[in-house]
Nanobody
Framework: QVHMVESGGGLVQTGASLRLSCVVS????????MGWFRQAPGKERDFVAA????????YYADSVKGRFTISRDNAKNTVYLQMNNLKPEDTAVYFC??????????????????WGQGTQVTVSS
C-alpha cells in the first residue's frame, strides 16, 4: 500500500518562501514519477510541477516557472517543492502524486496512481 504525506504548508506573506515535502512509503521512489498539483477553492485541480523517476526531467506550469523548484531525495523517499516569491494566486491546497506510468504526460492528473491528502498554502497580500 502506497502512502504519501505532505507537509510544509502554512500562511505567509507575498514574496515569502515555503518548502513542501512529500514522504512516500510503500514504494521505491527511484522507480516512481512524482508530481505536485494544487486546488484553489471553487477551482479545478491544476498541475504545478513534476519530476520523472530518474530525476533527470522536470516540468513546470507556466505560472510557477522560475519561482518553484521540484526535487527528490530517493534515499529519504521524499519529494520537495521549493516555492519562492509566493503570490496570493498561489493560495491553494497542494497535493503530491505518484505515477508508475511510462510514456504518459506527467502534467495530467490522470497519469497518477496515488495521491497525498494535501497541505494548505495561503499567501496573504
Amino acid at each position: 500500500q502506497v502512502h504519501m504525506v505532505e507537509s510544509g504548508g502554512g500562511l505567509v506573506q507575498t514574496g515569502a518562501s515555503l518548502r513542501l515535502s512529500c514522504v512516500v512509503s510503500g514504494r521505491t521512489l527511484s522507480t516512481t514519477n512524482m508530481g505536485w498539483f494544487r486546488q484553489a477553492p471553487g477551482k479545478e485541480r491544476d498541475f504545478v510541477a513534476a519530476i520523472n523517476y530518474s530525476g533527470g526531467l522536470t516540468y513546470y506550469a507556466d505560472s510557477v516557472k522560475g519561482r518553484f523548484t521540484i526535487s527528490r531525495d530517493n534515499a529519504k523517499n521524499t519529494v520537495y517543492l521549493q516555492m519562492n516569491n509566493l503570490k496570493p494566486e498561489d493560495t491553494a491546497v497542494y497535493f503530491c502524486a505518484a505515477s508508475t506510468a511510462r510514456g504518459r504526460s506527467l502534467r495530467m492528473g490522470a497519469t497518477y496512481d496515488y495521491w497525498g491528502q494535501g497541505t494548505q498554502v495561503t499567501v496573504s497580500s
